[in-house]
Each structure stands twice: as C-alpha cells, then as structure tokens.
C-alpha cells in the first residue's frame, strides 16, 4: 500500500466526517453496520425525502462520524438518491457539511463497474480509500485480486472486506484512522483538451448567471449529465441552460466525442489500464449457483408459483402471527385505561384526556408496531438473500401498464394486512416517481381495519336476507374493491400528474447470499423505532384532537335533558310518574345507571364539535343515503376506520365497548328511521346504503397512522392531497352505488 505525501489539509480540528459510498448490492450498509454498531441515528436529508443514517465509529481515543449515503452507480444524478450523493460530497446539503474522508465500498466480483463511482468521486479531488468487499463470493468465482497493485495502481489504500463476517474490518478502520491524518488522493482521470477548453466555456457562462464560484466536479456534470442537476441548483433556467450547454458540448463534438457518452468511454479506458494485471480470472468460468438457482426461481411458471407461496406467507405471517402481540398491547392499553379512570376519576376531563385521548392514541400507535417489525423481518431476509430482485422481475410485466414496476407489488401486498407498513416498505422501489404512485394508492388496499366495518354491515343487512353464501360473496368482493381502482389511478397519476415517461425496467440481479441475523434483527428494530418516534407522535396528536372535537363543549344542561328524556322512557316502560323515575334513576340501580349513562354519553356526542361538524356536512353524504348518525361516525373515525364501530354505539347509548358482532348495535341500526323529509319513517339502513357505507370504508384513508406514514415517506403536502383524493373517490363510490342500488330496488 502505497502512502501518499501528507497533506496540509488533514481533518479539522473536532469530530472529523467519512462518507461511505458505493453502488447499491456491494455490502455498503452491512458495513456501516460493523463500522458503527449501534451508534446510529436515522432522519432524512433536508428538503428531499431520502434516508440519512449515520453513525459514530471510534478510531482509540478519538469518534469520526460516519455517513452511510444511499446506493448510486454514478455521480450523474438521475434520482434524489443520486443527487444526494452528489450535493453531500461537494457539501452543499445543510448540517452536514463536506467529508475529511470518502470510503468507496467495491464489489469485488465486479470491480471496473464499480470504480467508475470511485473514478468519479476522485475526479472531484475527495480523499478516499476502498473498501473492496465481498472477496469471499470473488474466491467462489474463481477470481485473484491483487489488492497490493490495485491500491499502488490507484494511489490510495485497498482493503479486501467480507462485511458479513466481519473479515478485514479492523483492517479498514486503520486505514481510515490513517487516512484521518494522511489523505489520501486516488489517481485522477487525464482528460483530452477538448474537455478542458468546453469547460472554460461554461466557467465563463455560468459564473454570471449563478453569482458565484463553479467548481472543475460540477462543470464536469454540467457537461456530461443529461438532465444536469447541478444547473437547477445554481439557479440557471432551462433556457438559459440551452444557450450554455450548446457552444460548450459542440466543442467536445467537433473532437469525435458524443458529450452524452463521452465520460463513460473515456472513464472506462482510464479503468481499464488501472486495473491491467490486477484481476486475474480462470480459463474457465465456473459456473454460477446464482444462475442455476435462477432457472427455478425466475421461471415462468414455477418461478410465479414460488413467488405467491412465500407472499402468501409473507401476508398470512403480517396478518395472523402479529395478532397474539396486538392482542397483548390491546389489553394493555385497556388496563392503562381502567387504571387511569380510576386514579382520576374526581378529575372527569382530565380522566377523559389521559384515558380516551393520550392512552387511547399512544395504543393506536403502538397497535402496528408488530406487523411492521414483522414485515420489515421479511423485507430484509428477502433483499439480504438477493430474491428481492427476482419477486420485481416476475412481477413487473404485471404492473407495467400503469406506470409502476414488479418491486410495487410487496407494499401492495403488504397494505392488505395494514397500509402503515406497506408505506414504509415501498422504500425497496428506487425510482422516486414510481415509489411515490405506489405510496400513494397502497391505502386502496383493503387493509384489516377495513374488516369490522364489513363484517358489522354484511352481518346486519346482507346475511339475515340472503343467507351466508351471499354474505361470504360479499366480504369476499370487499377485499378487491380498492385493488380493482388503485391500478387505474396508478396510470392516471403517472400519466397527468406525475408525468412519469415509459422507461424500461433495468434491475441488476445480485448473487444469493447467507443473510446475518444480526443485521435483519438491526434493521426491524430500526425502522420500528423510527414509525414510534416519527408516525407515532403525530398519531397521538391527531387521536387527541379528535378526543377534544368529541368531548367538546360540554354544557352540564345537555346532561340534564338527557336526564329528564329517560326518566320518561323508563317511566313509559315501567306504567309510573315521571317523578318516580327521575328518584329511581338516581337510586343506584346498576342496569339503569348504565343506560343513563350511554345516553348522556350519546347526548354530549351529539351537542360536541364533531356532532355539529357532522351535522354540517351531513347534507354532502345525504348523495349517499347518510344520515347524521352515520356521518358523524365517519368524521370521527378519521384516526382509525373501526372507531366508526364505537362511535355508532355511543350515539345508539349502547356505549363505546360495543363490537362488529354487537346484536345490540345491528338491532338498533336496522331500528333507525328517518325523522322528517321525504323519506320520514323510512329505514335509513337499506341494503345499498350499507354497500355505500362499505365501499366508502373501502375507498376513504380514514387512518391517522396511514396519513403519518405517507408524510414521513414523502412530505405533508403529498399526506393530504392522497387523504384528499381518496376522500374524493370515497364519497364518489358510496354516492354511485348508493343511487344505483336504490334505482335497482335494494332495500
């Protein structure tokens, strides 16, 4: 390993920065696994909804932030991943500031490819070192790497690495605690004049229109990039960035070079002596497992089959085995909730905020928290195992038409169990516009908060009428409502808003490998607690405002009135004076206690602020066969579809702890009469405004968390327009089937 001449500008003083880049599949995260352990932090980058996780390694005495930056294959920023990598390294984003150092994590199984990432980052003048990772897959394929000429050849240090096993990792921190304090420069590309003086035709260009310096990197971009990022952010217009672009890259033209392609080519040449005599392969290849594997498991036939027998594992494990859990945190929360009554019981609003607002809304947080940890278990085993890539080859033929591609279908998957973690896992999709159309129709998918509200209407209005063969039919049909429209919406959004242009699916297709416990269990608990710490405070602070829109105003008259109002109700029931009820409702008995109760409880939902807002936009729904009770139970629901459920029993006074399988609730709907209007006396409850109701359900993103996640993935402003437009579709499907239903005679 060659050393180079120290350099005057070693790390300052302070905690000094390293940056680890690569290509993606090269072990990058599995060694900044290593390298920090569990000093880790993760957020996003500022303005740009990409991951940014970092971490301390300690080098004796002394701490080095490591910067773990996404996967890129080059500096030619087509994705916000890759301008990521491009705005870090020339230290333009906000609070991170330039690396002292750049580790360039190689694949050795495939070395001239990934260095041209490294010939890339050199060309700009960073210091760095490679980490030439997965030599244990490199010795498999029969390949002999002299890392000794390759690091003499490049002029910086070269350290083989099985970041798996942990193989040469205390290699690689010597080496980055010497290149702290000896920076070392990797030999840089010579480029032909022509290059240079095009760049001095930009330099001349450019630095009056942007106000400020250009460095050699960022023309270079300028030159070469297709779509320069680098232009948007000096602030030069598309039209301005034509006038530049032109005189600058026919200077390169009249030279025999095609701009678009000239860093490649002269990159790649530049590579390729560098690493003459270095790699050295045998006569006969052997053959890969990987490819023999793949015969099977990308087979047309056997390959689906395959497939669909481990998504289906994958669904039935979010959706059964995280039950037992979300059954345990049930019944906590239930017993937080008793003990918190009790301890405040003198304090009524103050009860009611600790038990039904902050208590209820950290339970409607922490309810997904098992089906995420298990999903995120999945995820990881199949990208560590390398079968991510096959499950979005097979697929992608599948969603293509609709602008998406074959890694859409695990988060579509996955929102049939729960949307929350079918949001987080679309990260696996790395091209942004189609990671955004797939975050945004995931909630269509008919998730398992949908169900109660199914199963309550099919089993009140479908079931007693037609039988259960019928009823079987229906709940089934349900679940398919929300797919049979998110894969439209998909191609309207890509097509109009989106504006995604057809581009062919290019997916590299990385070896199978062992994956490492250690690292699968990291990355659950990981993203686990970054939904508690991110979704779940903005869950409890939506799940508190709807408990104070319930709760308030709370006038002591209302409860009067209710008081008197079943006074006689019971003195009607019993043949007695109003009097005598009034004396025997206040004398303790147990059974009428309870239903006093529930009524003062249904009076005071009825005279609070989410009663009034109910009430109001009750005129909307009524397209829909909605009637005020109805629409206040979907107002309220907004933290979570199955509060409908409790808020109907509120307003029926059978109390909040009703279920979808209440007798009592189904009874008191198909009881309910409209009171007044052309439809006074008639069942509110009719076949086609439960189907409406379904379909709204179906449709609507009444799901707090849902609306966290979409915001913690994307930002707010794509949060509400996807709750706003599903919303839309909602209201639309519950009015169509509602009117079609009613013209078609069902009651």
Known sequence: MTAPSRSGDSAAAGTARVFLVGNPNTGKSTLFNRLTGLRQRVGNYPGVTVERKTGTLRLGDREVEVVDLPGSYSLAAASPDERVVIDALSGRIKGLGAPDLVVCVVDATNIQRNLFLASQIADAGVPLIVALNLVDSARRSGLRIDAELLSKRLGVPV????????????????????????PPRMTAIRWPACVGEAMGRLREALVPLSGGTVSDAELRRVLFD??????????????????????????????????????ALLQYEHIGALLEGVVQAPERPRASKSESVDRVLTHRWWGLAIFSALMYLVFQSIYTWAVPAMGAIEVAKGWAQGLASGALAEFPMLESLVADGIVEGVGAMLIFLPQILILFFFIALLEDTGYMARAAFLM?????????????????????????????????????????????????????????????????????????????????????????????????????????????????????????????????????????????????????????????????????????????????????????????????DGELDARLGARIAAAYVEQSLMGRLGRAVQPVFDLAGFDWKITVG?????PAREVIIATLGV?????????????????????????????????????????????????????????????????????????????????????????????????
């Not at 979907?634 to 907004?638: D, G, H, L, P, Y």
């Not at 052309?678 to 109701?693: E, K, W, Y």
Request: hydrophobic share 55%; with cysteine.
């Open 159 to 182: 350290v083989p690495t099985v970041a798996v096993t942990g193989e040469g990792v205390e290699a690689l921190r010597a080496a980055i605690g010497w290149a702290m304090e000896f």
């Open 226 to 263: 297709s779509e320069p990022v680098v232009l948007e952010r000096l602030g030069v217009s598309r039209e301005q960035a034509a006038t530049v672009l032109g005189p600058a890259r026919d200077v390169v033209r009249h030279a025999g070079f095609n701009p678009l392609a000239a860093e």
């Open 396 to 588: 992608d033929r599948l969603f293509g038409w609709c602008g998406l591609n074959g890694k859409s279908f695990v988060p579509l998957l996955s929102s049939y169990a729960c949307a929350v973690p079918g949001v987080l896992s679309a990260r696996v999709i790395e091209d942004p516009k189609a990671r955004l159309a797939t975050i945004l129709i995931a909630p269509l998918m008919s998730c398992s908060a949908r169900l109660p509200v199914y199963v309550l209407m099919i089993g009140a209005f479908v079931e007693p009428r037609h039988g259960p063969f019928w009823a079987g039919v229906a709940l089934f049909a349900m679940h398919f409502v929300g797919l049979l429209v998110a894969l439209p919406v998909a191609a309207l959004l890509n097509r109009f808003l989106l504006r995604t242009r057809p581009q062919p699916f290019l997916l590299e297709m990385p070896p199978y490998r062992v994956p490492r416990l250690r690292d699968i269990l990291w990355r659950m608990a990981e993203r686990g607690w970054e939904f508690v710490w991110r979704a779940g405070t903005v869950i409890l602070a939506i799940t508190v405002i709807i408990w104070a829109m319930l709760y308030f105003p709370r006038p002591p008259e209302v409860a009067e009135e209710a008081r008197r109002a079943f006074a006689a109700e019971v003195a009607a029931e019993r043949g007695m004076a109003r009097e005598e009820a009034m004396g025997m409702i206040s004398g303790g």
């Open 634 to 638: 979907v107002v309220a629901s907004f």
């Open 651 to 747: 307003i029926y006074s059978l109390g909040g702890d009703v279920d979808e399988a209440s007798g009592d609730l189904r009874a008191a709907m198909a009881a309910e009469r409209w009171a007044g209007g052309p439809r006074d006396g008639t069942p509110v409850f009719t076949l086609s405004v439960a189907f409406a109701i379904m379909v709204f359900f179906a449709l609507c993103q009444q799901c707090g968390a849902t609306v966290a996640a979409v915001a913690q993935e994307t930002n707010w402003r794509w949060a509400l327009f996807s709750f706003c437009y599903m919303t839309a579709l909602a209201w639309i499907g519950a009015v169509a089937v509602y009117q079609i239903g009613t013209s078609l005679g069902w009651v």
